[in-house]
C-alpha cells in the first residue's frame, strides 16, 4: 500500500477519488451521512468480506471509516491479520464534517436514516440508569443495582475503549444491513 496507516481528512479529500471506501459503522449511522462514494460494511460483517476487501486492496488502495476512528482502526487490524493493507481516516466522519467536507446521504426512500451509534449508547444507558434510579425508589432499593451496573460498564467502556452496549445495539435489526444491501456492495467490491 502507498498510502500512510492513518490518513487525516485533507489527505483523503485529495486521494478520494482514487481510493476504495469502506464504512465501517452500521447502515442506521451510514444513512446520516457518510463520504463520497464509501461503501457500508459493518465492523461485525468485515469478516464475511474478506475475499472482497483482498480484491479491492489488489486493485487500489482502501481507507476504512467510522464515526471517530476507534472502529476503522479494528476493522483495519482484523484486514492486516487477513493481509489486507487499509489505511484509517484520523477522526472519522465526525473530523471530516468538522473540517467542512460534504457528507452523502442516501435517497431517502432507499434507507432507514438513524441514531449514530454514539447516541444509541448514550440513550440506552441514561434511560437505564433513570430506570434503575426510578424502580429503587417505586418498587425496591436493590434496583438500583441496575444504575450501578450500567455506571460501571460506561467506566469500563472508557478505560478499555470497548463497548459492550454498542456491540449488543448493533445487533438490533435497524442496525444491521439488509442482506440485499450487503450482497449488493460485495458485488461492487469485487467488479472493483
Known sequence: ??????LDTDQARARLH???VIDVRTPG?????HLPGAFNVPLGRIHHTFPEMRHAADRGDVLVVCASGA???KACKLLAEQGIPTATLNGGTHAWAAEGHDL???VACDTRAGWVMERQVRFTAGTLVLLGLLLGQLVHP???ILSAVIAGGLVFSALTDTCGMAAM???LPHNR???ADLAMTLAALRRG
Request: glycine share 4%; charged share 25%; aromatic share 4%.
Open 18 to 20: 482514487d481510493l476504495t
Open 71 to 73: 472502529r476503522s482502526e
Open 1 to 6: 500500500m502507498t498510502t500512510p496507516l492513518t
Open 169 to 171: 445495539l448493533a445487533k
Open 104 to 106: 452523502h446521504e442516501p
Open 177 to 179: 444491513p439488509r442482506p
Open 29 to 33: 449511522e451510514y444513512a446520516s451521512g
Open 142 to 144: 436493590a434496583c438500583q
